[in-house]
């Protein structure tokens, strides 16, 4: 019988093979180090915008393209690679992406011009964003779902660990051997993690023959995921909520560097030290787990949230918001998202686990989507960029737990 990813099924019948704590570390480690692909992609030649631009004889807004050009790759790759993942099972397909991954990234190291260079980003990112999309899926292959929001909080201190440590290694690289060899140490990066995969990561998820690949079925699979409603309900609310994440780091460039005048060696240490919040907050979610469900933990975070952002939108507006206020409150906002996000990506994805690739990859194309969109807001809205970063993040927050709100009443009644 042909099958249609997007139904929702359960993981009742589901038997999970006992695992050592030491293999159950090595394999969290395993599915972090493919997450790390994408923001290692992003962040690790940061440093080197100028150096580019004054070598492909361009200027910084179009270098700057190279991360929006990205981030398009990226949101078209998940859809692509869900379907993908079902019906091949997670590692030929990761074999295939990563590889031609390696090959863009050389092809980056290699351009002769700006043009050639947002080519090969787009193939970079359209290739190795399987490495985030198989991922998230195979958390639901390796764990049951009562652990699935552990374990995206290991993987969330992974993945904020990688902006931290990113740039500073992308500096030195530039220093050193120049810009063309960030490209070429990432090709390096990724090929390691893509021998460990196939010599000591199983394979979670057997190839589903029934899987259907035709357009059709793929695109109608995708409205059935967004029709089941504990994964809309909490897709679009966390994704609402996550966005305060990418509303900082939009921003941040612009109230730091550009309000209160930091040093760029200042602000290095400012974005670190926030992030330290963000990861923290996900590690507490461990403790948090032992004693309260996915939706309860989801539910007071966000409340928290809000109320943390609508008060720091009126801080600014009434003038009361110093550098250090302004610190304050964006250390509490993105602890909340360091919450949030994980027990957001666990409700969302527990209906599922057959077809656990699709609903993975449509949850990242719209964490990614919607996310990407509203942060687009801080650079289109001409504004003071602490009082635009505080209205958006007020207004998603808010949007957030509305959502949340009429989503639950309509789960009771159904």
Not at 273 to 291: C, D, E, P
Not at 357 to 363: I, V
Request: charged share 10%; net charge neutral; proline share 5%.
């Amino acid at each position: 019988m042909e099958f249609i990813p997007g139904q929702a099924d359960t993981h009742s019948a589901r038997v999970y093979p006992k695992r050592s704590a030491g293999q159950e570390f090595f394999l969290i480690l395993m599915i972090g180090a493919l997450n790390t692909i994408t923001p290692f992609s992003i962040d690790m030649y940061l440093p080197a915008f100028k150096t580019i631009a004054a070598d492909l004889h361009t200027d910084m807004a179009q270098v700057m393209l190279t991360v929006s050009i990205y981030f398009l790759g990226f949101g078209i790759g998940q859809i692509l690679y869900g379907p993908l993942l079902d019906r091949y099972g997670r590692k030929r397909p990761l074999y295939i992406g990563m590889a031609l991954y390696i090959l863009a990234s050389i092809g980056c190291a290699a351009a002769p011009t700006i043009e050639m260079l947002l080519a090969m980003r787009f193939v970079q990112a359209l290739s190795g964003c399987v490495a985030s999309v198989a991922a998230m899926a195979m958390v639901l292959d390796f764990f049951p779902p009562e652990r699935s929001s552990l374990i995206f909080s290991s993987l969330i201190l992974i993945l904020g660990a990688s902006p931290m440590l990113a740039p500073s290694v992308g500096g030195v690289i530039v220093d050193v051997a120049g810009w063309r060899y960030v490209f070429y140490v990432l090709s390096a990066i990724t090929t390691v993690i893509l021998l460990v995969v196939f010599f000591f990561l199983p394979e979670g998820h057997e190839p589903d023959k029934g899987v259907s690949l035709l357009p059709r079925h793929i695109l109608s699979g995708f409205r059935d995921i967004l029709s089941e409603p504990r994964f809309s309900i909490y897709a679009i609310a966390g994704t609402f909520s996550f966005s305060g994440l990418f509303v900082y780091v939009a921003g941040s460039p612009g109230i730091f560097l550009g309000e209160y005048h930091v040093s760029p060696h200042h602000y290095s240490l400012i974005f670190a030290g926030l992030s330290v919040g963000f990861i923290s907050s996900s590690q507490a979610n461990h403790l948090l787990a032992k004693r309260f469900s996915t939706e309860t933990i989801f539910r007071a975070t966000l409340m928290v949230q809000v109320v943390a952002s609508i008060l720091f939108f009126i801080t600014v507006v009434s003038g009361m918001a110093g550098m250090y206020t302004v610190l304050g409150f964006l250390f509490v906002v993105l602890s909340c998202a360091g919450l949030t996000s994980p027990n957001a990506s666990a409700t969302a994805l527990s209906p599922f686990s057959r077809n656990a690739g699709s609903a993975s990859a449509l949850l990242g194309f719209i964490q990614i989507g919607l996310g990407g969109l509203i942060s687009a807001g801080v650079g289109a809205i001409q504004m003071q960029p602490t009082l635009l970063v505080s209205m958006i993040m007020a207004a998603s927050s808010s949007l957030a737990l509305a959502m949340l709100l009429l989503g639950s009443r309509h789960l009771k009644r159904s």
